[in-house]
């Protein structure tokens, strides 16, 4: 078996994604590594090896991808080396059994016909995507259809979403993948679908190429996004993150002018109880009497009802917003069940958050309806689509608040950043980011950074954002049956994989 090859195809996966480098996604890497997997797995006969073949693939490909989690763990909640190496091993081989099962139910069932096997392999390829998305509770950091936001496809977005453009790209991969095959080569479906992806290609990179779109219609709000740049090592610590902290913050929502001013993730990092006196009510009465608004993250609760990862608020008017996170992060935010041996290990406070409600209300403010989204929430898109149910209150700006710091100057901030583009695409959204470390930037509704502070420094970004107001497709289908069309998909190819191996001649 091509062990080295199928390893590589993977690492090329994950480097399609952000290249190290330069942190930017390569949609043509993406399509080829694909391709080149799908070749071998063209190769197999047994849908057992062909399982195999995808679990390793997968695994090289999800390492690649979040290897970071080793410095969350080891670096800032000292779990030792050896173990936290492990666990993210572990993780990416239990996430690859998806696309192991797809890639068995492919070689089990394909027919010959490559232009429906070619389909075939998209299905299957993207219920793997949506299975790994959505399962004990969903990890889909990484997927494909992340490294196309520079890319052709990107034109896709606001009609079906990124697990859409995930599910082209597997297309037009495996089609690649069949040039090998001299039947196909032979096949006249096989050359008019190559024409029609090659036109598909051509269509949407003539639609992103083109100018952007006339403005929008909504008014323009001047924004100021702080980045503290707290150490992570120090950003709980009394003696020396916390002053800095409250200190650094503090000062830079009462000076700022801008009209809304937004802090990240924890930016205040101590409960409301354990606050100096009077320091939030004197935030509060700040923006309650002119005419600024503060968006701020602060952990609230107490020991009796729970606490939560969440969302400030304070305007003229109404000093009472809160938006409180909905997606928590396994081990980070919440301790799934039979695993608290496992975080016994690691230091990292409050570690177990509880939920809020998909869907909470924007923030109103100078005719924006603003939604705040923390941290890898602006991962899970579908969530985000639940507040487009009601037009008139769809959001018009996305406000995502991170603290990037528990990963390090590595690529996950490249990565991240991508998502949160991927977020504007497919709803046609800006989406301003604060983050402690970066990316704190500014993305118009196309997608595009406008503006962006330089990472690992202490800074303000001031700028200008156009909220949005027209409704994508995308933003109208899924606000009402989430992800169902798409699991359709996957569910017809699954289908035919099991009704091509009945009729099928058994050995």
Not at 10 to 29: K, N, R, V
Request: hydrophobic share 50%; aromatic share 12%; charged share 15%.
């Amino acid at each position: 078996m091509p062990v080295a090859a199928v390893v590589v195809a993977g690492l090329l996966q994950a480097f399609s994604l952000a290249w190290p480098a330069t942190g930017q996604p390569l949609w043509w890497l993406q399509l080829l590594s694909l391709a080149g997997f799908a070749a071998l797995l063209q190769r197999q006969v047994s849908w057992r090896r062909a399982a195999l073949l995808a679990s390793i693939f997968a695994t090289a490909w999800l390492t690649g991808t979040f290897w970071w989690f080793y410095i969350s763990m080891h670096v800032y909640g000292g779990l030792a080396a050896p173990l936290a190496a492990c666990a993210v091993l572990l993780l990416a081989i239990f996430l690859s059994l998806d696309y192991a099962l797809a890639a068995a139910l492919f070689v089990a069932g394909r027919s010959g016909r490559p232009w429906r096997d070619a389909a075939l392999f998209a299905g299957l390829w993207t219920g793997a995507e949506l299975l790994r998305g959505t399962l004990y509770t969903g990890l889909p950091w990484g997927a494909g259809g992340y490294a196309h936001t520079d890319g052709p496809l990107a034109a896709l977005a606001p009609w079906v979403g990124v697990y859409g453009i995930g599910a082209a790209a597997a297309w037009i991969a495996c089609l690649v993948s069949l040039l090998a095959q001299r039947s196909a080569r032979s096949s006249w479906r096989y050359w008019l679908a190559i024409a029609g992806s090659a036109a598909l290609l051509a269509a949407c990179n003539a639609q992103v190429s083109a100018a952007p779109g006339a403005p929008s219609g909504a008014p323009r709000l001047r924004v100021a996004l702080l980045q503290g740049n707290i150490p992570q090592e120090e950003k709980f610590e009394g003696g020396t993150g916390i002053p800095l902290a409250l200190a650094w913050y503090g000062r830079m929502l009462r000076d700022s002018d801008a009209q809304l001013v937004v802090a990240p993730e924890t930016a205040i990092p101590l409960l409301p109880a354990q606050l100096p006196d009077g320091y939030l009510e004197a935030l509060r009465e700040l923006f309650g009497s002119d005419g600024r608004a503060a968006l701020f993250g602060i952990p609230l609760g107490d020991e009796d009802r729970g606490y939560t990862n969440s969302v400030m608020g304070f305007k003229p008017g109404d000093a009472g917003y809160r938006y409180h996170k909905h997606h928590l992060v396994p081990f980070g935010e919440f301790i799934p069940p039979l695993f608290k041996w496992f975080t016994r290990m690691m230091n990292i406070p409050l570690g177990d958050f509880n939920r809020g409600d998909v869907g909470q209300p924007s923030f109103a403010w100078q005719g924006q309806r603003l939604a705040p989204n923390i941290c890898y929430e602006d991962l899970f898109g579908e969530e985000l689509g639940a507040r487009f149910r009601d037009p008139a209150t769809a959001p018009t700006i996305f406000v995502n608040l991170s603290n990037m710091a528990w990963f390090g100057d590595s690529v996950a901030i490249d990565q991240h950043l991508q998502i949160s583009r991927m977020r504007a695409l497919e709803f046609e959204r800006p989406m301003i980011r604060a983050t402690n470390t970066g990316a704190t930037v500014i993305i118009d509704r196309f997608g595009h950074v406008t503006q962006g502070l330089k990472r690992y420094t202490r800074g303000v970004l001031v700028g200008e954002v156009e909220g949005g107001t027209r409704l994508t497709p995308f933003a109208r289908w899924v606000a009402h049956v989430g992800l169902a069309p798409l699991w359709a998909l996957a569910g017809a190819a699954v289908l035919v994989a099991l009704l091509e191996r009945r009729r099928r001649p058994q050995p």
